[in-house]
């Protein structure tokens, strides 16, 4: 764990703006399969790929954010979804997985906060991720007037694709989730 403490959006989630169809059918995510949630929040999304991966699979779900973290063990617990791990975790690296343990690794509206101060976020995520793992990012288009963090953070579609090949991923594609939010896909 290090000194880090990326709590700057803690509470918020991009959650209710997406497609949740649209956003699985992207990642892809199959039955059996592992699913990595950094920068988790309340794991809106964690619990929907507990729903995708099922018992066979597991999901992981990390934050600096206890009250985020707490809130969604105790609605894995009340879901019966045992294959949910919660932890109170740095996401700028050092996780406690093993490598090549991962099949997709979700970070949304991450990236523009962590991954531009922390590099180490994308060795990691390396290390985890099985050899044709995918990595999905959500992150906010620069449109004024629209909810989530300043336009002076947000990312364009080049900026990410730009930070993510410079950490050693292949940009696969793009995918709209709304007018103000994107996807973007890449693989190890």
């Excluded at 949910?84 to 906060?113: K, R």
Aim: glycine share 12%; aromatic share 8%.
């Amino acid at each position: 764990m290090g000194e880090h403490k990326h709590l700057h959006g803690a509470g918020k989630s991009s959650y209710s703006f997406v497609d949740k169809e649209r956003l699985l059918n992207a990642i892809g995510l199959g039955r059996g399969e592992t699913f990595l949630d950094l920068g988790c929040g309340r794991g809106e999304y964690s619990l929907l790929a507990a729903g995708q991966a099922g018992p066979d699979g597991g999901v992981f779900s990390f934050d600096l954010w206890t009250e985020g973290i707490e809130a969604l063990r105790q609605a894995a617990e009340k879901g019966n979804i045992s294959w949910l791990h919660a932890e109170v975790q740095d996401i700028a690296g050092n996780y406690p997985l093993a490598g090549n343990s991962i099949d997709a690794c979700l970070l949304s509206t991450v990236v523009h906060d962590v991954g531009r101060e922390h590099p180490g976020m994308f060795e990691e995520i390396r290390r985890v991720l099985r050899p044709e793992g995918r990595v999905a990012v959500i992150e906010y288009s620069k449109v004024e007037d629209t909810p989530g963090p300043p336009l002076s953070v947000r990312m364009e579609e080049n900026e990410l694709v730009g930070l993510m090949e410079s950490n050693g991923f292949a940009h696969v594609s793009t995918h709209p989730l709304a007018g103000f939010l994107y996807l973007a896909l890449f693989s190890r």
